[in-house]
Every structure is written in C-alpha cells, then in structure tokens.
C-alpha cells in the first residue's frame, strides 16, 4: 500500500511538471478547450476545428434535482427550444381539429390527447440529436469527452469523469459555454421536495395532470400554454407582471389570449408553501397580496419557472480571479468575450447582458472562433436580436419595446403605427381575433428608421425573423411601406401599418 502511494504522489508530481513545462514552452494539448455542450459551445467548436484549430470540448449533465437527465446539445436541443416546440405544434394541432370542423373535416367521437406518445416521439428524436452531434464532433476531429470541466489556471482544465477519474487538459485559450440551469425557491418549504422544472417536464412519461405553474416568464408562459392545449387544467401564478423585459402591451396580450384559450391566471399571488398530501396530491398554499387572503388547492404537478441560474459554481473561477456580476453569479465579459482573465472566455447564457438564447450563442460562438484562430475580428452584434414566444397566440418581436424607446427617445420622440387584423385562417373557424396585433415603433423625425417591431399571431417566428433582416439594413418605415406584401399573409399587414397612436384613431385591419 505504501508503495502504491508514493506512485501515486510520483504521477502528481510527474502530472504537475509536464503542466508546467507546458504552459512554459507555449506548447499545449489544444489550441482551443471549450467547457460546455451546448448550442453555442458546440458551435464555436466545430468552427475552430474547420480552421485548423485542435480542439476539445468536455460536456457533462448533472441530472436535475428530481433525476432528469439527457444527452449532448444543452439546453435547446434536450429541455429547451425544441422540445418545447414540438409540445407547443402538438397544441396548435389540438386546435387545428376543432377548425377542422369547420372546414368541412367529418370528425366523429371525442378529441382525446395521449401524453406518452407525445412524449415518445418527442424524446425519440431529441436523442436522435443528441446523436447527431456526437458524430458531427467526430467528422470535424473535435475531441469529445464527457466529463465535468473546470479551470485550474489560464492555460489548464481538470476534467473529471462520473468515476471520479481526472483527467489534465492544456490549451492556449479556454472558453466557457456553460449555460444556466432552472431555479428552485429553496425558501418555499416543500417546492424542492414536490416541484419539477423546464429540466424535467419533457422528459416526463405520464402526463403532469392538473398543474400549477409558477412565474410568468417566457418559459412559464409557453409550457403552461402548451399543457392547456392538450387538454390540462393549467394555472399560471403571477406574482407581478407577465415577460417581464418584453412590451408589455404585447405581454397583456399574450396573456389575454391566453385566458380566453383556457388557462388560468392567479395574479398578484405568492405560493407559501406545497405539501404532499396521502393521496399523492399536491396541497399549495399561497397568499394574494392584493388582499392578503391564504388560499388553497390542490394539483397533480407543480412546475417552477421562477428564473435560471449560470452554471458557474463548479467551474474553480474564484481562484483565477474570473470576474463574476455579484447579483447575477454571471461572468463579466468584453465585447470580444473576454472575461478578467487572459486565454479565458465566455459567451452566451453564462454571460452577462447576454440574451438569453440559442441563435445568439451560436453565432457569436462560431466568430468567437475566428477571432481565436486569427481569421477574423469581427464581433457578435447584439443589437436588434429578433425573438418570438411560442405561447398559444404567438409573439415575435425585434428591437426595442415601446417603454424602452421612449425613455430613449421620449415620447414625443417616437411614433407607433399600429393595427389590428384578422388572419384569415381565423374567418371560417369563427374563431377571435381580438388579440392579433401589430405595431412599428418608429423615430418621429427624419427617416423615421425602425426602432422596434411587435407582432402576435400565427406564425409569429416566421414573420419576424424575415423582418428582422431590415433592421440590421437600417430600414425605415418609407422601406416598409414600398415592400410589396404577399397576399393573403399576416405578415403583409405589417407593409399596410398606417394608424398612429398618436391619431386616436380606430386600428382595426377592414376589407381583404
């Protein structure tokens, strides 16, 4: 044993000089080790590859608190972005049968929903992505290693492996791509205990049941929309106001939409407590603090959606001196991803002032890579980054809201063009359109450029990002009004805006 043991203190020794030795001659395992498997990770990867960059990627998942787990791709392949698409298509496909009807559709007996074949072929192909990337890694010659990274100093990360195995890597630059992880109120006695999350959601085999969801974030908002779709009794609890950080006309009518469609709202109230009760149920306890009345019910799950976390406890970054925001636990970065310490990055979720999604990271990974491999020098614009919540009644949007703009410009400094329409899939299916809105936040003066785009409706992600390109173009609302719509479209009511707020008058779409 003793033995053993000073072999063991020899190969330490032995391990920390050919580190050192390393980081001395300039000569390192990679040129590039990126910590983080996600969207954006993955992508910055591959790229350094393909310009000739030797490169490793570690990725590894702690399985959520209630023992969710999954593959390579981060966030928006497994319990993000695409799941939660499809979940959100196979509501709107709810709703298609009922219009069908209406069209002519001969449908016999009751419209019943089947959450285990739903949720088979939705995880069936997350998986089928989660394989995709490993074998895309490998044809681009990117080391990938499924182990959990952290820095030990500018040029050195440890990885360790399920088994507890370490292993030392080098590289000349290290970058961070860790992304965040959802919160749990830790002060809500039984909401760790009893509750679940984004992280575990569409990965559950039986259906969630009757559930709460509490917070009315984007997340919040979109799951809860996508379980009422299929038929469950769903409430939202607002502890204030709804997409927080978006328009909140536009946010008002998510939500309006929403209420009408059959979700439940429980404004201004704050969950006290969740208690397990002997039939398996869920007792939550809450107090509105409009009055201050306790109330109770009961559900089947509780969905927490209060906020995320970046993943940066794990990662050793207080012993290199990686500046974090305080308030954010977020890495302070440059406009070039720096972050405080030389050789080491940092960019999308984990960021701070980043946007919080996936196309973002993406692309400011693949030129973080360039700028590494000395191809290039440009940098990620986060300006005007278009977006769209996939609630029941879609809301896309790039630019600025009508509350940003006017504390950039004032009020009397800006003009908004707006409308209400009718899409005509919503005429023969009888079905309201009250909610369905566009309006073009424009400078007052001059050209009158573009300064932010809102639209809620069918589609909402299509029609956006197709406009989204004006922006980056300098478009203008005279642009706008000489682009030829394609009809009939809900998009083409975006070339016909011509109401302002400012006129009062009424912004209803008549005619065809």
Same mark, same amino acid.
């Given at each position: 044993?003793?033995?053993?043991?000073?072999?063991?203190?020899?190969? *330490?020794?032995?391990?920390?000089?050919?580190?050192?030795?390393?980081?001395?001659?300039?000569?390192? &395992?990679?040129?590039?080790?990126?910590?983080?498997?996600?969207?954006?990770?993955?992508?910055?990867?591959?790229?350094?590859?393909?310009?000739?960059?030797?490169?490793?990627?570690?990725?590894?998942?702690? !399985?959520?608190?209630?023992?969710?787990?999954?593959?390579?791709?981060?966030?928006?392949?497994?319990?993000?972005?695409?799941?939660?698409?499809?979940?959100?298509?196979?509501?709107?496909? +709810?709703?298609?049968?009922?219009?069908?009807?209406?069209?002519?559709?001969?449908?016999?007996? !009751?419209?019943?929903?089947?959450?285990?074949?739903?949720?088979?072929?939705?995880?069936?192909?997350?998986?089928?992505?989660?394989?995709?990337?490993?074998?895309?890694?490998?044809?681009?010659?990117?080391?990938?290693?499924?182990?959990?990274?952290?820095?030990?100093?500018?040029? /050195?990360?440890? +990885?360790?492996?399920?088994?507890?195995?370490?292993?030392?890597?080098?590289? *000349?630059?290290?970058?961070?791509? /860790?992304?965040?992880?959802?919160?749990? !109120? /830790?002060?809500? !006695?039984?909401?760790?205990?009893?509750?679940?999350?984004?992280?575990?959601?569409?990965?559950?085999?039986?259906?969630?049941?009757?559930?709460?969801?509490?917070?009315?974030?984007?997340?919040?908002?979109?799951?809860?929309?996508?379980?009422?779709?299929?038929?469950?009794?769903?409430?939202?609890?607002?502890?204030?106001?709804?997409?927080?950080?978006? &328009?909140?006309?536009?946010? +008002?009518?998510?939500?309006?939409?929403?209420?009408?469609?059959?979700?439940?709202?429980?404004? #201004?109230?704050?969950?006290?407590?969740?208690?397990?009760?002997?039939?398996?149920?869920?007792?939550?306890?809450?107090?509105?603090?409009?009055?201050?009345?306790?109330?109770?019910?009961?559900?089947?799950?509780?969905?927490?959606?209060?906020?995320?976390?970046?993943?940066?406890?794990?990662?050793?970054?207080?012993?290199?001196?990686?500046?974090?925001?305080?308030?954010?636990?977020?890495?302070?970065?440059?406009?070039?991803?720096?972050?405080?310490?030389?050789?080491?990055?940092?960019?999308?979720?984990?960021?701070?002032?980043?946007?919080?999604? /996936?196309?973002?990271?993406?692309?400011?990974? *693949?030129?973080?890579?360039?700028?590494?491999?000395?191809?290039?020098?440009?940098?990620?614009?986060?300006?005007?980054?278009?977006?769209?919540?996939?609630?029941?009644?879609?809301?896309?949007?790039?630019?600025?809201?009508?509350?940003?703009?006017?504390?950039?410009?004032?009020?009397?400094?800006?003009?908004?063009?707006?409308?209400?329409? *009718?899409?005509?899939?919503?005429?023969?299916?009888?079905? &309201?359109?009250?909610?369905?809105?566009?309006?073009?936040?424009?400078?007052?003066?001059?050209?009158?450029?573009?300064?932010?785009?809102?639209?809620?409706?069918?589609?909402?992600?299509?029609?956006?990002?197709?406009?989204? #390109?004006?922006?980056?173009?300098?478009?203008?609302?005279?642009?706008?009004?000489?682009?030829?719509?394609?009809?009939?479209?809900?998009?083409?009511?975006?070339?016909?805006?011509?109401?302002?707020?400012?006129?009062?008058?009424?912004?209803?779409?008549?005619?065809?």
């Amino acid at each position: 044993m003793a033995a053993f043991c000073r072999g063991r203190h020899r190969w *330490k020794r032995t391990n920390c000089l050919r580190v050192l030795t390393r980081n001395l001659t300039g000569k390192y &395992d990679y040129d590039l080790v990126v910590i983080g498997g996600g969207s954006g990770g993955l992508a910055c990867s591959k790229e350094a590859a393909q310009l000739g960059q030797r490169v490793a990627v570690l990725d590894y998942v702690e !399985p959520s608190v209630k023992g969710t787990k999954w593959g390579l791709g981060g966030t928006c392949v497994n319990v993000g972005c695409i799941p939660k698409k499809l979940m959100h298509q196979a509501a709107l496909l +709810g709703t298609a049968v009922k219009d069908a009807k209406k069209y002519g559709w001969q449908i016999s007996g !009751p419209i019943c929903h089947d959450w285990a074949t739903m949720a088979e072929a939705i995880q069936n192909h997350v998986r089928s992505l989660n394989w995709g990337h490993r074998v895309q890694l490998q044809d681009k010659k990117v080391k990938y290693l499924n182990v959990k990274g952290s820095l030990v100093d500018k040029h /050195t990360v440890k +990885g360790l492996s399920k088994a507890g195995k370490e292993r030392i890597l080098t590289a *000349k630059n290290i970058v961070i791509a /860790t992304g965040g992880r959802p919160n749990y !109120p /830790t002060n809500i !006695p039984g909401a760790v205990e009893h509750g679940i999350t984004s992280d575990d959601i569409f990965w559950l085999k039986k259906s969630p049941g009757k559930t709460l969801v509490v917070g009315a974030s984007y997340v919040a908002l979109e799951c809860a929309g996508f379980l009422t779709g299929i038929g469950l009794d769903t409430t939202v609890m607002v502890r204030s106001i709804a997409l927080r950080g978006f &328009d909140q006309q536009m946010a +008002g009518l998510v939500t309006d939409y929403m209420d009408a469609y059959g979700t439940k709202f429980a404004w #201004m109230c704050v969950p006290k407590r969740v208690d397990k009760l002997s039939s398996g149920a869920l007792q939550v306890t809450w107090t509105d603090t409009h009055t201050g009345n306790e109330h109770k019910d009961t559900y089947d799950s509780v969905l927490w959606a209060v906020g995320r976390a970046p993943e940066t406890k794990a990662l050793g970054l207080d012993k290199l001196g990686v500046q974090l925001r305080k308030e954010t636990g977020k890495i302070v970065v440059g406009a070039d991803e720096s972050t405080s310490v030389p050789n080491i990055y940092a960019f999308g979720d984990i960021g701070e002032g980043r946007p919080e999604l /996936t196309p973002t990271a993406i692309k400011a990974g *693949k030129f973080l890579a360039r700028r590494l491999a000395g191809r290039s020098t440009e940098l990620m614009n986060y300006d005007n980054v278009p977006t769209t919540v996939f609630t029941p009644l879609e809301y896309g949007c790039v630019g600025l809201s009508e509350e940003d703009a006017e504390k950039r410009h004032g009020k009397d400094g800006i003009e908004v063009y707006h409308a209400f329409y *009718k899409p005509l899939e919503f005429s023969v299916a009888e079905r &309201d359109a009250s909610q369905c809105y566009l309006k073009v936040i424009c400078e007052r003066g001059g050209d009158q450029k573009i300064l932010g785009l809102h639209f809620t409706g069918p589609n909402a992600g299509e029609v956006t990002q197709g406009f989204a #390109m004006g922006f980056q173009c300098g478009a203008t609302y005279s642009h706008l009004l000489q682009t030829v719509g394609i009809h009939p479209t809900c998009a083409e009511e975006l070339t016909k805006v011509n109401i302002t707020k400012r006129s009062g008058l009424d912004a209803t779409v008549t005619g065809c």
